[in-house]
């Protein structure tokens, strides 16, 4: 879950997704510079900004990163528009980066923001669930972290509302806020499962499993086949705790022999969003 914003710059939910040229001012692109004085291609550069501030503040993604060592691969499942993919790939040279974004928009932009910054990087287009074949995705253009298999106005807007009103917010302007934010455009979009990234790009370890895809993180989890278990090192995940799915979530890890933590950051406290993080030596590294 992404801070809401409300950019003038996207489409409206009866306008199409299809991406158009990035570099088009009356695309539903905008350029965005960063802290770092990178200068990236987003949907909204508020929204850019938030993504941002959650890759490199204190919190999973960059304990993460401080674990990875230059070579080591990363799946980035829900990639968005690359900011997670770029803050590893800048802290960390000559990883092995496949990032996979479902939605053509986001995935526009996360293409060109490889290519511009990370061109060994791969941006796959998909939505990595548990079998290979065509799902419907519900986008939201002024919302886009927030968009998914299983996306649900009515529980999106009570997190959004919770996470503002934990921020400080003044309830007056909560409403005006969540108006019309996850209005969502209903896709058709090509799936994927992990064992298919690889068997494709021939990996022979996964050390960085990264899941953000609101609601089907177990369907991630569940397109690993047992033979590909062994590749994976470390995953973190949002968990959206609906029906006990942390609970089952963390079993199923644990059963793969992972050592597994969960918490929840206090802006999100109230929500049922949960950062996990699950970590095991891959072979190679208890050989060492």
């Known amino acids: ?3 809401p914003t409300r950019p003038p710059n996207t489409p409206s939910p009866s306008d199409s997704p299809s991406p158009s040229d990035p570099s088009d001012p009356d695309g539903p692109y905008s350029p965005y510079e960063l802290s770092n004085g990178r200068r990236i291609t987003c949907v909204s550069a508020a929204e850019a900004k938030v993504l941002w501030a959650e890759a490199t503040g204190p919190g999973l993604y960059r304990s993460a990163a401080d674990a990875l060592r230059p070579g080591d691969t990363v799946l980035d499942i829900g990639a968005n528009i690359g900011i997670v993919s770029l803050m590893f790939g800048w802290r960390v040279p000559d990883l092995r980066i496949i990032s996979v974004e479902p939605a053509p928009t986001t995935y526009a932009c996360l293409e060109i923001n490889l290519r511009s910054h990370l061109p060994e990087a791969v941006a796959v287009r998909g939505a990595v669930s ?10 939201y253009p002024k919302s886009t972290g927030n968009s998914g298999l299983f996306a649900d106005q009515q529980a999106d807007d009570a997190n959004t509302r919770i996470f503002l009103r934990n921020s400080g917010i003044p309830e007056d302007y909560i409403g005006e806020i969540v108006k019309d934010l ?3 455009i209903r896709l058709t979009v090509p799936t994927l499962t992990v064992s298919d990234l690889v068997r494709h790009h021939g990996l022979r370890e996964i050390n960085l499993l990264k899941i953000d ?9 569940a397109g690993i086949e047992d033979e590909h278990w062994p590749l994976i090192g470390h995953v973190i995940a949002e968990v959206h705790d609906e029906e006990g799915r942390l609970k089952s979530i ?9 050592t597994v933590s969960a918490a929840q950051q206090p802006q999100l406290a109230g929500t049922d969003l949960y950062e996990l993080d ?3 030596q891959l072979p190679a590294e208890r050989g060492a």
């Open 1 to 3: 879950m992404t801070e």
């Open 130 to 139: 548990d079998s290979t074949g065509e799902s419907t995705f519900t986008y």
């Open 182 to 184: 996850h209005r969502g």
């Open 213 to 221: 895809v609101e609601r089907a993180e177990h369907l991630v989890l």
């Open 250 to 258: 963390t079993g199923l890890l644990e059963r793969h022999g992972y």
């Open 278 to 280: 699950a970590t095991r």
